[in-house]
């Protein structure tokens, strides 16, 4: 068999073909076919989509595998269920994209002889061989039954192999009951934001910049305002999160995305008393607390207030984001919710993968792998640092502490964009701050991801971008 032929209405329509000997689930096939509807125009906001009986028929498939499509581009904020059981397109630009953005990013990839995009871990150095030792460990050794149907939680071996880790490590007060595993911060934060409204939340609140565009398009798609929350050198502004009226916020409060701040302690104590106040929330994205360079290790807010804070992490940053394995800390009262919509959601995230993560924490890889990286990307970082004093001093590098990233801050006059503009020409891949931000102007500044990147391209990168800002000057 080949191509399945699709003859029916709604199966063209919506430009959908089935190879059934790909080897790739049929619902994933299905989703991915309407996500690139949605994301190439195709599809606008608003349009509905045929009822999955219809689409179903059409397709040749049973009526699971459609539902079961539609459930996860719901989760991811692509599609939105009607009352009546209509389902219509809830975004007309893909996550990824940052709303409102003025000035675009230079696309990943894009031809670039060095490119500083950000968010981005070195793949190159993945535990193979030690990953996969845990692997046949969980293949010879798991029980039967763990192969089955699990609850919306995950499976119990990694929710106490992270506790152990994060309480250890970050000083999270977490129990395994109540950990919740879900597919990357991603999905995380959209079955946060179900649950969250379904209790009623009006707005959520975002630190600005931010690159949490997640929760900017999943929040909007549900029905939530969001509002920025000014963010200076000591991480977000905590008077302006008081007025703000908020149900809920989502923080980076050890390394905050892109400024590199820190929450102070009194101002996360402040944070903690507004949550406790209102009844709010405080999602916490602890998205690369593990590599820091020049300062002790800084605590998780979780640990503080487990019954307000929700703790989010993942491994993209520390081992590979193709792996899709984010967990979250719950306050006990949204564990069950949050878990229900995961079922919804995907039945659940791969077994296999959360028992070998669980064995390779298990057995301290985590902690070495950890070990290894920490100098690879202080070396980058270093290299950097010295390249930007060398060619570029008039730059205010700022951030630089920890994490796989470094903005540096541009003299008032120069324009971000031009400069942006002016690099790409060069042949250089780089982010400005201005499309993060959600309210409006601040200083022009520029992100250098250095995480993948050797010493000798970060050198030709900043040269290459020194040139540019003569450029940028001579005009």
Known sequence: MGRSSTNSGPAEDLLIELDRDAGVPLHRQIGASIRASIRAGRLRTGASLPPTRTLAAGLGVSRGVVVEAYQQLVAEGYLASRSGGYTQVAAS???????????????????????????????????????????RTVLTTTPNDRFAYLDG??????HVALCDYLNRVRGTSALPGNVVICNGFGQGISLLIQVLVRRGARRLALEDPSSDDDARVLAGAAGLDVVGIPVGPGGVQVEALHRADADAVVLTP??????????????????IGWAQRR???????????????????????????PDHVVYCGTASKTLAPG??????????????DVATAKVLADRGSPVIDQLTFADFLARGEFDRHLRRMRPVYRRRRDALLSALRTHLPELEPAGIAAGQHVVAWLPPDLDEAEVVTAAARHGLGIHGVGPYRIAGSGPGGLIFGYAILGESAIAEGVSLLATAIREVRGA
């Open 153 to 158: 939680r995950g499976v119990p071996e990694l």
């Open 254 to 271: 050890s390394h905050q995305w892109p400024t590199g701040g820190v929450l102070s302690a009194s101002a996360r104590a402040e944070v």
């Open 93 to 135: 630009v893909p996550p990824a994209a940052a709303a409102g953005s003025a000035v675009p990013a230079p696309a990943r990839g894009a031809g670039f002889r060095v490119d500083f995009g950000y968010g981005r871990t070195d793949v190159s150095h993945f535990p193979r061989s030690t990953w996969l030792r845990s692997v």
């Open 323 to 336: 792996l899709r394995l984010g967990w979250m800390v719950l306050p006990p009262r949204l564990v069950a």
């Open 279 to 305: 009844g709010a929330i405080v999602i916490e994205d602890d998205y690369d607390a593990e590599y820091r360079y020049d300062r002790p290790p800084v605590g998780a807010m979780q640990g503080l207030a």
